[in-house]
């Protein structure tokens, strides 16, 4: 039993301090891994893992959940994941609505081709329970001993939020529902005249 263990630590300890920031993208608000560099990864330190894709469930009300199962040394791990479209809402086999306080939004039927990019997401995100990638999905920008390493460094720089940035529009929002300026001063650097077109969007 004892060895089984170490066997098993081993294979998360080796994986989870893989570095893949510059084999992901970022989408809404979400980053994903790209699953042939995850599984080509996998297959180099243990070439007899294998993955297996299980039927995908579906709910009139809930959508589509797709599962699979990653084996690694004799150690099998489930996963699954909804079908969402760009804004992360579930699709289903029809089109549906749905209110914000910005309106009514609308959500497209699924198709195979989401189906297939979730499952192989899905596989993503399995391989994470492994170690791959890991801290993606803890929110954190680095693997754990890289970010050591880092804060022994040099601390870490914000961004600048300006006009032109990609978030400004998120930031106004979020001062406009009610956020405070100190929970966007804490991801972000911003200059005093910016400050003061934020405050004035309130």
């Known amino acids: ?65 797709c599962h699979t199962k990653v084996t690694i040394e004799d150690k099998t791990l489930p996963m699954w994941l909804p079908v969402m479209d760009g804004k992360n809402k579930a699709m289903r086999k029809t089109p549906y609505k749905y209110m914000t306080k910005y309106g009514e939004k609308s959500v497209e039927a699924a198709t195979t081709f989401d189906i297939n990019k979730t499952i192989m997401r899905c596989l993503v995100k399995n391989l994470a329970m492994f170690g791959m990638g890991i801290y993606i999905y803890a929110g954190e920008d680095l693997p754990e001993n890289e970010v050591e390493a880092t804060k022994e460094s040099k601390p870490l720089s914000k961004e600048e939020l300006t006009p032109k940035h990609p978030n400004w529009i998120k930031a106004k929002e979020h001062l406009q529902t009610g956020g405070l300026l100190e929970d966007i001063e804490r991801k972000y650097t911003i200059s005093a005249d910016n400050k003061k077109l934020l405050i004035a969007a309130k």
Not at 18 to 47: F, H, M, Q, R
């Open 1 to 65: 039993m004892k060895e089984q263990e170490k066997k098993e630590e081993s294979i998360f300890e080796k994986l989870s301090s893989i570095n893949v920031n510059d084999k992901v993208e970022k989408k809404e608000g979400l980053t994903y891994l790209s699953w042939a560099w995850a599984w080509s990864e996998v297959c180099k330190l243990y070439p007899n893992a294998s993955y297996e894709i299980l039927p995908t469930d579906f709910d009139e009300t809930l959508g589509f959940m």
